[in-house]
Each structure stands twice: as C-alpha cells, then as structure tokens.
C-alpha cells in the first residue's frame, strides 16, 4: 500500500517516457491489425466476388463442351440433288496395350485369333509380350467384333471410336470421288483435288456438292457394265455431259472399285480410264474433221462429192473402209457408213496447221480440263505431224484421247460451237460455268446435227437410237496396239452421241476396251454391235430423268442430208 | 431510441436481403441455362443420331442394291416413247369407258323393217303363221321371225315335196330355228340377208333360165314349198325332243 498514487507523487521522468513509448506501441498496433485485417476483408471479398461471378456467368460442373455444333471431321461429298455420296462417320478402333495386360497372355492370343483371323496365334502373342507401348488390331471394327472383344474383358485391350470416311452408295462414282487415306487425306479423286476444302476447319461444315446425278450415274454404270459383262470387256468408260454448262452428270470407270475398301481393289480398278486412260477412239472423230472443213470453207454442203475407191493408196500406206463405196460419194454418205476413205481426203484438203490448231482450241493436245488430279497425257503425232498423220488423225488413229475429251469435244460441237472446260462441281450462284471460247461457228454447230442424226436413222448407229428420244452421233471402233502393231483381234468399241438432237442438251460417250464377238452380234466386235445397244438403252433410261421428253413426231432439220444419200434400188 | 440504436442491424440484414435476392436471380438464372444447354445438346445428339440413321437407310437402300432388286424381283424398265402423255386430255382418252353391246332394243327394231316387205312373198307358202309373228310384234318374236328367213335360204333342196306335209310342221319347227338364230347371234345381219339375197339368187336362176325368169319373177313360192318338206323329216320323227336337243343337235 506504499504505492504512491499518480496525483501525489509527481511522475519521474523515466516514467513519462514510458507511458509515451507504450502509447506509441499501441497505435502501431492498431495499425498493423488493422491493416491485417484490410488484406484479410480484401481477400475474402476477391473470393466472394469471384464467387458470385461464376456463379452468374461461370460454367457448371455438368456443361459439356464441343457438342453443341454438329461439324464433322472431314466435309460431306453430295450430288446435285444432296444424296451423300462420302461421309464421316464414327468407327469403332481396337487397338492392344501390352503392357496393360493382367490376365493368360496365350489365352488371350488364342481369343484375339479366333476373333481376328488376319493375324495367327503366334503374332498376338508375339506383341502381347513386346516392348510396345501401343498396337492398332482392327480399324473400322464392325459392332459385333466390337462387343466380342469387349466380352473378353481385358483391361489392355483399348476399344475407340474414331472419325472413318463412308461412302454409303459404295462403288457408285467411285473414279470421281476417290478415296482417303485411313487418316483421312485424299488421294484420289475428289478427295484428293478438294482435300483442303473438305478438311478445313471452316469450310468442312457445308457438304461439297458436285455435279453429278446419282441416278443417273447409276443408270450409266449399270447398263456399261451389262454391256462390258456380255461381250467379256476387259474395261469400260461413260460419260455425261450437260453440253451447256460443261457438267459432268455422270462418269465411270470399269472395272468396278469400292471406295469403302479401295486398298483391295485391283490397280486396273483404282486406274480411271474416264479421265487418266488415253485411246484412239477412231470414227467418233469424224464429225469433227467434217466440222473443221466446214468451217474452213472447204466443205460447203453435205453434196459435195469425194472419190471412194475400195481402197485407198497414199503417202505409202493404205487406207481401208468396212463398207467400201467403190463410187463417187457424198459427205453424208461419207458419214453415214464411216468411211475412213472419204474422211481421209477431207482431212488432207484442211491440212496440218488448221487440224492442230482446232484440236488445240477444243482442248484435245492437253491434258483434259477438270478439277481432278488424275487426267492423262494425250498422244499425238507431235514433231511427226506429217499429211499422212493428218489423214490419220481425221478418221480418229494416231492421236489419242481420253474419253472425257471426247464428250467436252462433242459438247463444243453441238452446243453453238463454244469450247467450256468440263466441271465436277454444280454450276449454280456459288459456283458459275467455265469461260467459253468459240472453236466452231454457230451455222456448222446447226448443220451437223443432222450429219449425225442420219448416222443414226440410216448409219452405222442404227442400233444405238432411243425411239422418240432423237439420238445423234457416232460410232467408233479403233484397233488396238498390241506390241507395237495394230491387231484388228483387239479393239476399242465407242459411240458418242448426243440427244435431243432437235435441240441438243447432253452429249454421252461410252466405250469399251477389247470387247469380244458373241453369237449375237455375229461374230463383229465393232462399236455398232456391242456399245450401239447399250447406249439407246441407257439414254432411254437417263433422259426422261434429265427432264427430255420423248416425241416420235420430232425431228432436226434433215433436208440438209437426206437429198445426198443414194439409195439403194430395193427389189 | 430503439429504432435507432438497431439501425445498423436493420441495413446489414436488409444488405444481405438484397445480396441473397440477387445471388438467387443469378442463380435461378444459372440454372435456366444449364437447362437450355442441356436441351440443345440434346438436339444435337439427336441430330447425329438422325444422321448416322439417315446415313444406314441410305447405304442399306442405296441404288446399286435397288438395281440389283429391279434386276431379280422387279423387273421394272424404263417407260417407252408411247408411254409419254401430252397432256390431261390424252389421259382422259385412255380412261375413255368400254362400250357395252345394248342386245335388247337397237338390234330388234334394225331387223323388224327387213322382213315385212319380203312378207307378201310366204302369203302363199304358210300365210297363217307369218302374219300371226307379225302382228305380235313383241321384241323377241321378231328377232325370230328375221332368223327365220336365213335358214329357209339355206335348205333349199332339191328334192320336191308335197306341200300338206309341210304344213302341220310349221309350229315346231319355227321353235328349233329361233333357238338355232339365237345361238348364231347377229341378228340384224342375218334377217336382212334372205331379203336382199332373195333377189339376188333369183337374177342368178334368172340367168340359168332367162326366158321364163324374165316373164316370171315370183318363183320364190317354189322355194318355199322345197324349204319346209326338208323339215317334216326328222321333225316327225324328232317331234317329241326338246327344241333345245335339236337345237345342238345341228
């Protein structure tokens, strides 16, 4: 109790200072909690607010990502009428983890073989007990293989689904949309030519439309086949072509390939003779040689006469005909039985530099103008071009072609004389028609459209018209090159027709390579016999689809022939 | 004094009224959206699901294997020149009604006016019957009396025969022949015949006799009288058969 109180004693210095220190002490205190707690508040209000903020705009556990938008790996392929003729779908992918594995290695090779019979029991094994880390066993599994290896229960083998390419109408067009890799890169066809579009990420989402009429490329395929398998062809090639716009409604190549398996095909399958096959298609070139005198002024009407001997001697060589005049005979008449005399003589008035130089504007010395990658070299006489080439040339031998230039070629002849590349794609606002150059004029275009009729009512085409449908054209049967000779054993079989050819609208080329003689054609193998046939049928098949409308009353203007072709006196 | 001294308990709870509101809005919002996401990935499943079940019909249907049906089952080809129309009217022909064959009125009365005139000339032969058919003029009874004329012309025979014999078998016998006319059918055609064929046959005899053909025409009675006597015949003995036996029986 001798504490002295502060109002009696009087404080000592050392006192005061101390109080003030402790003053100090304390504020700084304050201060520091404070502080503390300004950073605590602050980070908790940071978290509430981040809180908040998920919970307004923030994802919740359950979102899915990536489904909501239905953009498939790679582009669809459709035809004109939108009819999938490629698409992505998901495929199921067993693939093995060896290292992985827990149960018998050899029962499971013994299971895997029995399942998988492309490997023995001893190759599962063998990668069962590899280093590997990963082995693919099957790609595009099939569902019940699937669910046979998924019974096993094996934790080593892995079962995926990855993206596969499909091509639900199978070996439908197959020369035109080719096929990918199993990584799924193009390499043929239009895979291949449109590989950029149909992957990209952007652009794949719209299916590539192409040109082609599944329809009517079925037609096409179905009746060329009938007709390569009746006359034992080794091969066959269609085309069809919409004269105006340069569309390609339909192309085939035979032998048949599957795209869905096209690693099995045959390299004579996977090989497009529509486009990459070069031929000398013979006859079906006369109409053009005729067409190019004309319009050089040389031929001025189908009256005008040309010597036909039996046969022909010129520049050392012969020059046969199959139904020999022996007379003076007329264009039409030159036209009408195919005579390689006549057309020989009309080709050699036109010359070198004008036959090359329409055979140039009509796109004939170059590889053959369309998207695919696949297109084959012509050959042509070259540095050789000599008079007796050009004969040659007149009546088809000597250059060689592919078939798709020859229904281009038919197309600048009849549609006005406008030279248009051929295109796969639908000619519509997105996508206009090719540039058009004019190689014939329009008169010449008009005149030959009863030239060829009359090939057909009266010529060697008889067998190909289509009653009502008015087919014109042409046949063509050229002797193949075998070893270096020309063999009459083998030939190539072609017509090239258009149709209607009151008003013409497409032009379709067919042609068999190397079809044998039946009991039915009696024993000819020419084009009037084996391919005439097949292709009335198949004009009679596709042109109500292309909207062509048969009349038996409707005719082209056939007053410009008909006076030049004699008649035989009939007892 | 209360009131003011639980102000600040009244702005903290009224804070916390207002943040929890708020917090629910958004998350009744989240959750709206959570849904509405769902609902579209839902779409787009079923989307690839339409696809991958449009891409299976399509392979399993496609046009080679529809061909190949045609092919084997079908047999579908593609339509002729002929089979085009021009337009409504030309189908509307094709539908065009069957004509049906009225037998009853027109064919009676087309053979009703033949006979008459030729009439007069059986006055003579069997005038009781003739006129009797043909005051009962019934559709049916003229149908037989124009079937009558063809076989009279046809029998003709040779072989002369009295006249009485003739006569009591007339009733009979005009039965057999209407049935026999009702089984060779057209008879309009026939019952003219005998009345222009008459004349005719006459200018032939005419020919063969000229004099007594010229002076006299009428030598159809004659005939007549030759035409029942072939009857009587079998007619007696056939008298008690039915019309119909006999009727097949030729």
């Known amino acids: 109790m001798n504490a002295p109180t502060p109002a009696l004693v009087a404080p000592r210095p050392e006192r005061l200072r101390l109080v003030g220190q402790r003053r100090q002490v304390l504020t700084m205190m304050h201060q520091r909690l404070m502080f503390g707690m300004l950073v605590y508040g602050g980070v908790i209000a940071l978290i509430v607010l981040r809180i908040l903020y998920l919970a307004a705009f923030g994802d919740h556990a359950g979102a899915k990502r990536g489904l909501t938008s239905l953009v498939p790996e790679r582009g669809d392929i459709v035809d004109r009428d939108g009819v999938p003729l490629a698409r992505t779908i998901d495929a199921w992918t067993i693939g093995l983890h060896p290292k992985k594995v827990i149960g018998d290695k050899l029962t499971l090779a013994r299971k895997l073989a029995q399942l998988m019979p492309e490997h023995d029991e001893a190759a599962y094994f063998a990668m069962l007990r590899s280093d590997k880390t990963f082995y693919y066993l099957r ?11 998924n019974a096993i229960g094996e934790p080593g083998l892995a079962l995926e689904r990855e993206p596969d390419r499909l091509y639900p109408q199978t070996s439908l067009a197959a020369h035109v949309i080719g096929f990918t890799t199993i990584d799924g890169h193009g390499v043929a066809g239009v895979e291949r030519a449109f590989d950029k ?16 009429d599944a329809r009517v490329q079925q037609a096409l395929e179905h009746e060329l086949l009938f007709a390569m398998t009746k006359f034992s062809a080794i091969g066959g090639a269609g085309v069809v072509m919409n004269i105006h716009t340069g569309e390609v409604l339909a192309m085939t190549s035979l032998p048949q390939l599957n795209p869905n398996t096209a690693g099995e095909g045959s390299p004579e399958a996977r090989f497009n003779r529509a486009t990459l096959g070069v031929y000398e298609l013979g006859s079906t070139f006369k109409p053009f040689t005729v067409a190019m005198a004309m319009d050089s002024g040389i031929i001025k009407s189908f009256g005008q006469m040309y010597s036909c001997p039996r046969e022909l001697h010129v520049y050392g060589h012969t020059i046969h005909d199959t139904h020999p005049y022996g007379r003076m005979c007329s264009v039409a008449e030159i036209m009408k039985e195919s005579s390689n005399i006549g057309t020989a003589q009309i080709a050699d008035q036109l010359g070198a530099t004008r036959q090359k130089a329409f055979l140039q504007k009509m796109g004939f010395l170059n590889r053959v103008n369309i998207e695919l ?5 012509t050959l042509t006489p070259g540095a050789n071009w000599g008079p007796l080439e050009t004969m040659t040339v007149g009546f088809g031998h000597g250059i060689a072609v592919t078939p798709l230039h020859l229904a281009t070629g038919y197309a600048t002849l009849f549609n006005g004389g406008v030279y248009r590349p051929a295109t796969l794609l639908k000619v519509d606002r997105a996508h206009a028609a090719g540039k058009g150059t004019r190689v014939f004029s329009e008169q010449t275009s008009y005149k030959m459209r009863s030239l060829l009729r009359l090939v057909v009512t009266q010529g060697t085409g008889k067998m190909a018209d289509a009653p009502g449908y008015r087919v014109g054209g042409k046949t063509g049967t050229a002797e193949k090159l075998v070893g270096g000779r020309y063999t009459s054993a083998a030939v190539v079989t072609s017509f090239a027709g258009v149709f209607p050819m009151d ?7 067919m042609m068999l390579d190397d079809p044998k003689a039946t009991k039915e054609t009696y024993g000819f193998h020419t084009a009037a016999w084996n391919i005439g046939p097949a292709f009335g049928t198949t004009v009679s098949r596709i042109a109500p689809m292309l909207g062509v409308r048969p009349d038996k009353n409707r005719e082209p203007d056939m007053s410009m022939v008909l006076p030049f072709v004699h008649e035989e006196a009939r007892h | 004094m209360s009131a ?30 959570a849904s509405l996401e769902d609902v579209e990935n839902r779409i787009v499943l079923a989307q690839r699901d339409i696809r991958s079940l449009q891409t299976e019909i399509g392979t399993r249907g496609r046009l080679a294997q529809l061909e190949r049906w045609n092919v084997k089952v079908l047999a579908l080809s593609a339509p002729s020149a002929d089979q085009f129309l021009e337009g409504g009217f030309q189908l509307a022909r094709l539908a065009r009604p069957q004509e049906k064959l009225n037998v009853e009125a027109p064919v009676v009365l087309a053979s009703a006016p ?14 009781t019957v ?17 079937s009558l004329k063809l076989p009279e012309h046809d029998e003709v025979s040779p072989v002369p025969a009295p006249h009485r014999v003739a006569e009591p078998a007339k009733v009979p016998d005009m039965k057999q022949k209407a049935v026999r006319a009702a089984e060779l059918k057209p008879a309009p055609l026939k019952g003219q015949k005998p009345a222009e064929a008459k004349p005719a046959a006459t200018a032939k005899k005419a020919g063969d006799k000229k004099v007594e053909a010229a002076s006299n025409p009428v030598t159809k009675p004659v005939r007549m009288a030759k035409v029942d006597p072939l009857a009587p015949l079998p007619v007696k003995a056939n008298l008690k058969k039915t019309t119909k036996d006999s009727g097949t029986a030729r």
Do not use: H, W
């Not at chain 2, 008459?116 to 032969?125: D, I, K, R």
């Open chain 2, 114 to 127: 033949a006979p008459q005139p030729t009439s007069p000339s059986l006055v003579e032969g069997e005038p």
């Open chain 1, 139 to 149: 790609r595009r599994a099939a569902p019940g293989l699937v669910e046979a290896v």
């Open chain 1, 373 to 377: 990658k696949e297109r084959g070299r």
């Open chain 1, 503 to 509: 008003e013409p609208r497409y032009v379709m080329v």
């Open chain 1, 197 to 212: 579009e149909l992957s990209d990420a952007a652009s794949r989402g719209r299916p590539l439309q192409l040109s082609i």
């Open chain 2, 4 to 33: 003011r001294s639980f102000r600040s308990v009244f702005m903290v709870a009224s804070c916390a009224g207002a943040a929890l509101g708020c917090y629910l809005v958004s998350l009744n919002v989240a959750s709206e959206r």
């Open chain 2, 130 to 146: 003739e006129s009797g058919a043909g005051a009962t003029s019934t559709a049916a009874q003229l149908m037989r009396q124009a």
